[in-house]
């Protein structure tokens, strides 16, 4: 199956810093998506992206679908404590039908 | 209110007992999905299904069975075969037909079994 490497796997940064993740495929996607979960919670759907080149914010949040249609990029501008959490990319290939291949996940901690 | 829901939020069991996680949508989705993740880990996909009375296996299906009969409701049975039962248990919907394969989660019921 389809091989999702999500890095890096944790982040340590103060508040008000600018933060940066991505995923790289083993295989071409059509879509991606990112999702943040707080513990013991469910993740909630932050940014969908369709298109190759398709950059997409959501308040401070900035995400790409890369050129290669092998990757993807979150940025979190400006962190607050509440960023706190795992973010997980997601992403499926034209043959997948409705599956999602995810990520391993990126710890996000923030010292206030 | 739109949305998923899954119940209980915690569940404890002995050792040898079969157990029925609760799933349903009022979304409208056609799909719906069963992920497990331990502790530090990520997803992985038990079963889903994309039709009323049609489900396939994931990729960690063994020790799993589900049931499909209605659209709004996808029940997860961890039978006691399943080698290690004790994690978190998320359940998910979305469409599929279209462009949008956005899936949703409910907020995750947590199996504990001794």
């Known amino acids: 199956g389809q091989q999702l490497n999500q890095s890096p796997q944790s982040m340590f940064i103060q508040e008000g810093e600018d933060v940066s993740m991505n995923c790289t495929s083993s295989?071409?996607?059509?879509?991606w998506l990112w999702y943040k979960q707080d513990p013991g919670e469910g993740p909630v759907l932050l940014i969908a992206?369709?298109?190759?080149?398709e950059l997409t914010s959501n308040g401070r949040l900035t995400a790409q679908f890369g050129i290669t249609r092998k990757d993807s990029f979150l940025n979190i501008s400006a962190s607050i404590p509440s960023d706190v959490g795992i973010y997980f990319c997601?992403?499926?290939?034209?043959?997948?039908?409705?599956?999602?291949?995810f990520g391993e996940g990126t710890q996000l901690t923030v010292n206030p | 209110d739109g949305g998923i829901t899954q119940s209980p939020k915690y569940l404890f069991r002995k050792e040898g007992q079969n157990v029925t996680l609760s799933c349903e949508q009022n979304?409208?989705?056609?799909?719906m999905y069963w992920y497990r993740q331990d502790p530090g880990q990520g997803l992985r996909l038990i079963y889903y299904?994309?039709?009323?009375?049609?489900?396939q296996k994931g990729d960690i299906a063994e020790g799993y069975s589900v049931s499909r009969e209605k659209k709004e409701s996808f029940p997860l049975t961890v039978t006691s075969a399943q080698k290690n039962p004790t994690a978190f248990y998320l359940c998910?919907?979305?469409?599929?037909?279209?462009?949008?394969?956005?899936?949703?989660f409910g907020p995750g019921t947590r199996l504990t079994v001794t």
């Open positions: 998910a919907s979305s469409m599929v037909a279209g462009s949008s394969y956005e899936q949703y």
């Open positions: 295989s071409i996607f059509n879509t």
């Open positions: 992206l369709y298109k190759a080149g």
């Open positions: 997601a992403g499926r290939t034209q043959t997948s039908g409705s599956r999602l291949t």
């Open positions: 979304l409208n989705h056609d799909a």
């Open positions: 299904s994309q039709i009323v009375n049609d489900f």
